[in-house]
């Protein structure tokens, strides 16, 4: 992020009537820059700035690869959609090339990316590397930009369900919000208002109707945040309402989902309930401090992005929708208590694999050998 003292200005040359997630070009450029700590401009301006041709539609990847990077022009069809003039002499040659539609008619001086090269780059955030989109905008695209934009802002490494199952139902009903003005926050409070619900079902053993509206809380959960991406309308409150509620809940489920079993006759033992619920309860919080502690102990990188095993392995690891399946599995055989059994010894292996994932990068580091993000080398 640019610090508001040194804040880049942010122009959008040209118009267009066609409009991305409700969006006019100018104003989704300006929600972009703004949350980069960039100043969007009305004029051209005299100076080093970003410049955005409102004839094409780019992912926000692009402005946080271009931000850094000075005299870098991306094109498309030889011509500027993007760039960062590192003087006003470069930002008045690429403002007059965009606002023709025609490409540079010098290039010395620039670092030219074309678009049909497929370069990549590393989203961190999330938690991928690809050739993030970048189309003309036309009526005719609009649909397929937004189709593009949406799994633009997917996770890369997440769970089995979210990453296969999710994408399409979710990307009616982030149309459907953005159509119709719903915000993310609002998204997030009917979700929650599921996730509430679903609790309640599962602690008298309506486990069917609980998985049904734990499904619309998992698939909502999922909405918020990328009609947050993909409108630019995340928020701190919004981060803090999302992910508060994603660690909050869960031990909550399978708490009651124990309890729940005496309705069906199939009550635990005292011993076993309780050996069922320390090995969850432990395990997630332990799971947990392991991420974190190998954010911290590594540049930021996450425990689950280091390697290929670790970025498969998070399909299945012991989380929210991959114990889900297990237990909808043990309903469909009629006994949810298996499955609560099984959910608990799958949550001690899980985070027994990410002990051992995190003594072995301690040790890599310790022999001097790099530990790094396979998604930061280019495919």
């Known amino acids: 992020m640019v610090e508001k003292a040194d804040a880049l200005s942010v122009v959008t040359i040209g118009e267009n009537p ?29 100076a080093a700035a970003i410049l955005s041709n409102a004839a094409f539609a780019w992912d926000p990847a692009w402005f946080g690869n271009i ?15 993007l760039a960062h003039a590192a003087d006003a002499g470069q930002t008045a040659r690429i403002a007059q090339a965009m606002a023709a539609g025609v490409p540079l008619a010098d290039a010395a001086g620039f670092d030219v990316v074309a678009y049909e090269d497929g370069p990549t780059i590393e989203n961190k955030q999330l938690r991928k590397r690809e050739t993030p989109f970048l189309m003309a905008l036309t009526p005719a695209s609009l649909r397929p930009i937004e189709r593009a934009s949406y799994f633009g802002a997917y996770k890369g490494v997440t769970d089995i369900l979210t990453k296969y199952l999710w994408p399409e139902w979710a990307l009616v009903l982030t149309r459907i919000c953005a159509k119709l003005g719903v915000t993310p926050n609002m998204v997030t409070v009917v979700g929650a208002v599921f996730c509430v619900a679903a609790t309640a079902l599962f602690a008298y053993g309506h486990y069917w109707l609980g998985m049904a509206l734990g499904l619309f809380f998992m698939v909502l959960d999922t909405v918020d945040g990328k009609l947050a991406r993909c409108t630019i309308t995340s928020s701190a409150l919004g981060n803090v309402l999302d992910h508060g509620m994603d660690l909050v809940h869960p031990p909550f489920w399978w708490w009651f989902w124990a309890t729940g079993l005496a309705y069906w006759g199939l009550a635990l033992d005292p011993a076993t309930f309780w050996a069922v619920q320390a090995a969850i309860m432990i395990g997630y919080v332990v799971q947990r401090l392991i991420e974190g502690a190998f954010i911290a102990l590594f540049d930021g990188i996450h425990i689950h992005v280091w390697e290929r095993f670790d970025s498969l392995f998070r399909l299945v690891t012991a989380r929210r929708n991959p114990n889900m399946v297990i237990l909808f599995g043990a309903v469909v055989f ?16 899980c985070c ?12 890599r580091k310790a022999a001097g050998k790099p530990v790094r993000s396979w998604l930061a080398d280019p495919a």
């Open 67 to 81: 931000a850094g990077r000075p005299g870098t022009v991306l094109t498309l069809g030889g011509v500027p959609a």
């Open 352 to 363: 027994l694999v990410h002990a051992v994932r995190l003594v072995q990068a301690m040790v």
């Open 334 to 349: 009629q006994r949810p208590d298996i499955g609560i059994v099984a959910v608990a010894w799958w949550t001690a292996l």
């Open 18 to 46: 066609v409009k991305l997630w409700g969006l006019a070009p100018g104003e989704r450029v300006g929600r972009i820059a703004r949350a980069a700590g960039c100043a969007p401009v009305g004029t051209v301006p005299d």
